[in-house]
């Protein structure tokens, strides 16, 4: 990935902190559960299985837009790391 220019090596590097990572995973894990029973409920109205599984495509694809890019509310908690000290060479 060198070979980028460094505006998009940090646009694809995707770093967020922790605590939204935790936030996150949780909603998603809660948002596949209730898509899944949705997904269900709509094919079994209808009928059509295709028509569930499309419904749940379409609510998977929006969950992946909401969260894999790293959007700034993903980054609202950053790590402050302490700055490197130099060893004493002897």
Do not use: C
């Not at 295709?50 to 969950?63: N, R, Y």
């Amino acid at each position: 990935m060198d070979y980028l220019p460094p505006s998009v090596q940090k646009t694809l590097e995707g770093r967020i902190d922790p605590q939204s990572q935790h936030l996150v995973e949780a909603y998603s894990q809660h948002f596949l559960i209730a898509l899944t029973l949705l997904a269900f409920v709509i094919s079994y109205i209808t009928a059509s299985v295709l028509l569930g599984l499309e419904a749940f495509t379409a609510g998977f694809v929006l969950l992946l837009l909401a969260t894999v890019p790293p959007w700034p509310y993903l980054n609202r908690y950053p790590i402050k790391f302490l700055p490197v000290r130099k060893l004493h060479s002897t």
